[in-house]
Structures are given as C-alpha cells and as structure tokens.
C-alpha cells in the first residue's frame, strides 16, 4: 500500500520505513519557530522542565520571529519582546528578527518562506496555529503549544499522531477574479471549521499548481480553519525556484503514491469557482459574493500572513487603481519585504504604495495588527458593531478586537471591490469591465 | 491521579474558538508569574458572547468580576472545543481559574494537545451532546475507574469515551513526566 507525502516525511522523521495513520511516532523537527506571544511561555517552561543553564537541542533550528503585538504602547507586551532579547542572547541563536532593527520582518509565516525557512521535505513546528502554511511547500508544518515546543527546545523531537490524508483536487484554470481565498473557503464551507480535525488537507491537481508560492501558502494557512493538522502541496519547479532563491540549505521533494490512501476525496471544476465570503461568525459559513451584495460595510482590511501577501496587494491595487474607497480601508503588509515592495512594483507606471494612499487607504506597519484584535491601540483594531471585510483568516466572535463587530472574510480582490462601494462586491464587476 | 472529579457545571455550545477561551489582548501577561498569572484566571472564558455564557440561560459571567478563581471546576461544551489558535493561554487561563475537566463532543487537535501534553486538565469525550442535558451549576461527578459522568442534580449518568492512548501522559502528570518515565529524557 503506498504512502501520502504526509505520511514519507513523517516516517523519514521518525527513522521508519512507513507509518499508517493513527500511528502514535516520535518525530525530529527541523525547525521550530516561535513568536513573542507564545515564545516567552515556552522558554520559562523549557527552563522550568531542562534546568536555568539548559541549552536548546540546535541553536540552528530555533527561529523566533516576533509579529503579534509589535506596534503599541502595551507595556506587558513590550516586556515579551525583552524576553525573547534576552533568551536569545542567553543561547545566542543565530535566528532572531528583532524589533526596531533593520532585521525585523513582520509576520513569522511569510517571514519563514521569505528567510529561506521552508523547505521542501522537512519538518517544521510553530508555536501557531497558522503554521500549516509551510505546507505550501512540500513539508509536513503544525502548530503546537507552549509545552510541546519547550519539549521540542530541549530534545528535539515531539511525538506525533500520523494523520489520515484528505486529497482536494481542482483541475482547469480558475477564472481570473477568483483567487486562492475564495477556493479555501469554498472548501471550508464544504467541510465545516471541524472537517478535517486531526487529517491532513492535500491538495493537488493542475490548477493548483499553476498557483504561485504566495497563492499556495494561502490555501495551506487556512489548514487549521478546518481543524487540519497540515495543509501540504508536493514540491514542483515553482517550489524550488522560491527556495532557491532563498537558501541554499538542502532538501528534498516528496510525492504521494499513486495508490496512497485517502480517507476522503473530491474534485473541483476550477473553472466554476466563485467569489466566496465567510459570514460573521465562522469561517466555514460559506455564502457566494454574489448573494450577499446587499451588506453595507463601514471598513475593509486587507493584511495579516493569508492576505497581506504581496500577490494580494497586487490584487488590490489592481482594482483601486485611480479610484477612492468609499469606507476606512487599512492595508497591512505581512513583512518588510512585502512593505518595501509596494514601493517598487507598479501599475501602469504607479507603485501599489502610491495607488492605494491615492485611493485613500490608510497603511500600517508590518506585523499581524488587526488580524487578531491585539491591545487597544492596534492598528485597524475593528470598534463597536462595525461591519468589517476582511482578507484575514478568522471571525469567530471577537477575533478583530470587538465583540460586537461583524467580519466577512474574502479575498483581496472581493474586499477591494468592496471597498470601493461600500457593500459586498462581486470583483468581477471591476475586473471584467 | 484522583479518582473522582467533583464540581458544578458551566455550560457552553459548540466551536468555542480560543479566543472567546481568552481574547487575544489578554495575551501578555507572563504564564510563570504566579501572581500576574492570575490574570489569566480573570479572563478565562471572558469572550464568549453574553447569549452563549453559561448555557441553557446565557448572561452568567465564569468568573466573577476581578475574582481570578470560579465557582464552576467543570466544563461541558458541544462540538470542537477550542478550536482556533495554538495559544496554550487557552487551557492554562482554565486552570489557574479552578477548572479540573471538560467534557465535549469533540476538540479541535491543537487544544486538545495543549491540554493533556500540559497536564492542565482532563479533556473527556461523550458520545451524548450533553450541551442539552446539563445546565449551568448543576451538581457533577466524574468517576475516572467506571468512566462515567454523574449529574448529581437531575441524577442522570452518562458514560464517557475512553481516554484512549492520551491515559499514560495524563497519569505521568504532563508530556516531560512521560517522557522520564519511559526514559525519554533523563529523571530530574
Ligand atoms: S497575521 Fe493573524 S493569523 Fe497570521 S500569524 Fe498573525 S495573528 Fe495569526
């Protein structure tokens, strides 16, 4: 019986020939990142269980990248950023992005791809649920809590339930303003937020990977909005010309077997995907743009490590090119990287930066910001009941920083479009005219 | 491990993401801190909507206000409990207010992970969506030798799954005892 490309690199991890799901295995990380949320936890937990002068397994293989709640005065907050400082000094780790340094990056998921991080083959944990966006290329990538990566700090392995394999095939071209937010909650809202707990989400098929790295690592982030343990993609050209220009770190491609066993299998017609939002308050309430186009919004937010890509910023612009929104629009890279290339990649001749202050939008500063609500004086922190469009990945109650508001999850394309009228808009209406 | 879990019940429904568990702005306080922990305990459960906070009824605050402990030690809840983020704030601000079990339907992975790998609380299972069946601050006891649930109030038992593999860790205490105890890492 063959083996999912989950279940090879699981077992390559664990120094077995093969593994079937619900095999209960202890597994070697390559990597383990953490944040300033969740980093400060684990390392006084890792003191606490290995000893005050213990060191970490591989000073090679901890990356820390502080994102969350970088921007604001909260003096709590602050004092997290110190910690990581000081742990990182302590064990003198090489991989430390810091705050208020030309080093800083912004937000850890696009950070990891960007720094060269992911790479096919390999096994990455983070201390974040989204980190199931490495799966993008070609890796097995979890989130995890405090615990288990203190335990990974001081051993280097943590066990590990091999998942079932779920395959989800999209086959043709998708239209053009349908982009790869729609097809993941689209298939969300097929599944339900608990559809694939404790599986895997593959995805395969040709129209998923003529997608670029940016549009892939979406389709993975959202993993875990279907309780997945991983979201993976096998690793191909397109895989390999990103990481090769990022690290020279070996690796290496893994494929399913042609009989590899899923527990569950369905195939889409790419060309009849759809606009799709998430209506408040759960990302698998699924609902076509086109039905909802009577809902007046007050704000739009395009950001965070599933939107603030620099493929969705390009996607904005396209829309709001020459053109004022009509309600408070906040743009929020995900990195530096992305910060800086919206300064040079252009439009007929004007940089995105220029496009959107044109149109009106107000601009943040690299970090998660509104994605998460964060302390009161985050940047685009939604208030009150205000009805907010977001290219986000949650909206479960509260989640942007009000417990009254409402969000309605879309792509980038569908919350520009929207912005620039001021209720749910079908992007089609601007990209076909 | 005690035998028994005694407590009085708080009720919620299903898909109770971590940040109703602990919103996000809470997240900075140190977890280590005993006393400045204790915030968490202050805001567990702080963002589930008024409606759905402390079921049948709803408008029933988890902890009192400023009390950083609460009077209910076990909670019920529907279908994929703490599903969302990683954050381990999650089960650890159940803790440190006084919870001692959940019993759900169903969890989303990472919660569940945090819960039993910490040793903060036992995450049971029941077959029977017991949302319906228990009210708020209805007297219960978890029998851990015949796996079963009493509600002490209506005098009804349920029986739960079983803890499955998960038993050894939750006996060690927390994933670093197991690990010890199976010579995975050397005994402190
Ligand atoms: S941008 Fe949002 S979803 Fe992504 S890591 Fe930050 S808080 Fe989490």
Same mark, same amino acid.
């Given at each position: 019986?063959?083996?999912?490309?989950?279940?090879?690199?699981?077992?390559?991890?664990?120094?077995?020939?093969?593994?079937?799901?619900?095999?209960?295995?202890?597994?070697?990380?390559?990597?383990?990142?953490?944040?300033?949320?969740?980093?400060?936890?684990?390392?006084?937990?890792?003191?606490?269980?290995?000893?005050?002068?213990?060191?970490?397994?591989?000073?090679?293989?901890?990356?820390?990248?502080?994102?969350?709640?970088?921007?604001?005065?909260?003096?709590?907050?602050?004092?997290?950023?110190?910690?990581?400082?000081?742990?990182?000094?302590?064990?003198?780790?090489?991989?430390?992005?810091?705050?208020?340094?030309?080093?800083?990056?912004?937000?850890?998921?696009?950070?990891?791809?960007?720094?060269?991080?992911?790479?096919?083959?390999?096994?990455?944990?983070?201390?974040?649920?989204?980190?199931?966006?490495?799966?993008?290329?070609?890796?097995?990538?979890?989130?995890?809590?405090?615990?288990?990566?203190?335990?990974?700090?001081?051993?280097?392995?943590?066990?590990?339930?091999?998942?079932?394999?779920?395959?989800?095939?999209?086959?043709?071209?998708?239209?053009?303003?349908?982009?790869?937010?729609?097809?993941?909650?689209?298939?969300?809202?097929?599944?339900?937020?608990?559809?694939?707990?404790?599986?895997?989400?593959?995805?395969?098929?040709?129209?998923?990977?003529?997608?670029?790295?940016?549009?892939?690592?979406?389709?993975?982030?959202?993993?875990?909005?279907?309780?997945?343990?991983?979201?993976?993609?096998?690793?191909?050209?397109?895989?390999?010309?990103?990481?090769?220009?990022?690290?020279?770190?070996?690796?290496?491609?893994?494929?399913?077997?042609?009989?590899?066993?899923?527990?569950?299998?369905?195939?889409?017609?790419?060309?009849?995907?759809?606009?799709?939002?998430?209506?408040?308050?759960?990302?698998?309430?699924?609902?076509?743009?086109?039905?909802?186009?009577?809902?007046?919004?007050?704000?739009?937010?395009?950001?965070?490590?599933?939107?603030?890509?620099?493929?969705?910023?390009?996607?904005?612009?396209?829309?709001?090119?020459?053109?004022?929104?009509?309600?408070?629009?906040?743009?929020?890279?995900?990195?530096?990287?992305?910060?800086?290339?919206?300064?040079?990649?252009?439009?007929?001749?004007?940089?995105?930066?220029?496009?959107?202050?044109?149109?009106?939008?107000?601009?943040?500063?690299?970090?998660?910001?509104?994605?998460?609500?964060?302390?009161?004086?985050?940047?685009?922190?939604?208030?009150?009941?205000?009805?907010?469009?977001?290219?986000?990945?949650?909206?479960?109650?509260?989640?942007?920083?009000?417990?009254?508001?409402?969000?309605?999850?879309?792509?980038?394309?569908?919350?520009?479009?929207?912005?620039?009228?001021?209720?749910?808009?079908?992007?089609?209406?601007?990209?076909?005219? | 491990?005690?035998?028994?879990?005694?407590?009085?019940?708080?009720?919620?429904?299903?898909?109770?993401?971590?940040?109703?568990?602990?919103?996000?702005?809470?997240?900075? +306080?140190?977890? =280590?801190?005993?006393?400045?922990?204790?915030?968490?305990?202050?805001? $567990?459960? %702080?963002? &589930?909507?008024?409606?759905?906070?402390?079921?049948?009824?709803?408008?029933?605050?988890?902890?009192?206000?400023?009390?950083?402990?609460?009077?209910?030690?076990?909670?019920?809840?529907?279908?994929?409990?703490?599903?969302?983020?990683?954050?381990?704030?999650?089960?650890?601000?159940?803790?440190?207010?006084?919870?001692?079990?959940?019993?759900?339907?169903?969890?989303?992975?990472?919660? +569940?992970?945090? =819960?039993?790998?910490?040793?903060?609380?036992?995450?049971?299972?029941? $077959?029977? %969506?017991? &949302?319906?069946?228990?009210?708020?601050?209805?007297?219960?006891?978890?029998?851990?030798?015949?796996?079963?649930?009493?509600?002490?109030?209506?005098?009804?038992?349920?029986?739960?799954?079983?803890?499955?593999?998960?038993?050894?860790?939750?006996?060690?205490?927390?994933?670093?005892?197991?690990?010890?105890?199976?010579?995975?890492?050397?005994?402190?």
């Amino acid at each position: 019986m063959g083996m999912t490309i989950t279940e090879k690199i699981l077992a390559a991890h664990a120094g077995k020939e093969s593994v079937r799901p619900g095999d209960n295995i202890w597994v070697d990380a390559d990597v383990l990142m953490t944040h300033d949320v969740c980093g400060p936890g684990t390392f006084a937990i890792f003191k606490k269980q290995f000893g005050e002068n213990a060191k970490v397994w591989d000073r090679d293989k901890v990356v820390i990248i502080p994102d969350h709640f970088i921007f604001t005065k909260d003096t709590h907050a602050n004092r997290n950023i110190d910690i990581l400082r000081q742990f990182v000094k302590e064990q003198s780790l090489p991989h430390y992005f810091d705050v208020g340094t030309d080093n800083y990056k912004g937000v850890c998921h696009l950070a990891l791809a960007q720094e060269g991080f992911n790479r096919p083959g390999e096994v990455l944990f983070g201390t974040d649920s989204h980190t199931s966006t490495s799966g993008a290329f070609g890796m097995f990538s979890t989130g995890i809590g405090n615990t288990d990566a203190a335990f990974i700090l001081g051993t280097g392995k943590l066990w590990v339930k091999v998942p079932e394999s779920m395959c989800f095939e999209f086959t043709g071209t998708f239209p053009e303003h349908v982009m790869a937010k729609d097809v993941i909650l689209n298939v969300i809202g097929d599944i339900g937020v608990d559809g694939a707990t404790y599986r895997a989400m593959e995805w395969q098929g040709d129209a998923i990977m003529k997608l670029s790295m940016e549009e892939r690592m979406t389709l993975c982030n959202m993993a875990i909005e279907a309780g997945g343990k991983n979201g993976i993609i096998e690793a191909d050209e397109v895989t390999t010309d990103y990481v090769r220009q990022r690290t020279d770190a070996p690796y290496k491609i893994y494929k399913s077997d042609a009989d590899a066993k899923y527990v569950f299998k369905k195939t889409y017609n790419a060309s009849e995907m759809e606009p799709i939002v998430a209506k408040p308050h759960s990302p698998d309430n699924k609902a076509k743009v086109s039905e909802c186009v009577d809902v007046k919004l007050d704000r739009a937010y395009i950001g965070s490590c599933t939107g603030g890509k620099l493929t969705d910023f390009m996607a904005a612009a396209r829309l709001l090119k020459g053109k004022k929104v009509k309600i408070d629009t906040f743009i929020v890279p995900a990195t530096r990287e992305v910060e800086q290339d919206l300064h040079k990649e252009k439009i007929g001749g004007e940089t995105l930066m220029d496009i959107f202050q044109s149109a009106g939008a107000y601009l943040g500063d690299p970090s998660c910001a509104a994605c998460l609500g964060g302390p009161k004086d985050t940047f685009g922190r939604a208030k009150d009941n205000q009805v907010v469009i977001s290219t986000t990945n949650r909206n479960f109650p509260g989640r942007m920083g009000s417990k009254q508001s409402f969000v309605y999850l879309a792509s980038p394309y569908t919350a520009a479009a929207s912005a620039l009228t001021g209720h749910i808009t079908n992007p089609a209406e601007f990209i076909n005219n | 491990m005690n035998k028994v879990i005694e407590g009085l019940a708080y009720v919620l429904g299903n898909d109770i993401d971590t940040d109703q568990i602990i919103p996000a702005e809470h997240l900075v +306080y140190s977890l =280590s801190d005993p006393e400045e922990s204790k915030n968490y305990g202050k805001f $567990a459960l %702080s963002g &589930v909507p008024a409606d759905q906070a402390g079921l049948p009824d709803g408008g029933i605050s988890f902890t009192e206000n400023g009390q950083h402990e609460s009077k209910y030690s076990i909670i019920i809840g529907g279908r994929n409990f703490g599903c969302g983020s990683s954050r381990e704030h999650a089960p650890a601000c159940m803790e440190i207010a006084g919870v001692r079990a959940v019993i759900a339907e169903s969890y989303a992975r990472i919660f +569940y992970r945090n =819960s039993v790998d910490g040793g903060f609380f036992i995450p049971f299972e029941c $077959a029977t %969506s017991l &949302v319906t069946e228990i009210k708020t601050g209805d007297d219960l006891i978890i029998d851990l030798e015949s796996n079963t649930l009493t509600n002490r109030s209506s005098k009804v038992t349920y029986e739960l799954k079983s803890l499955g593999e998960v038993i050894e860790i939750i006996e060690a205490g927390n994933i670093f005892e197991y690990a010890r105890k199976t010579g995975m890492i050397p005994s402190a």
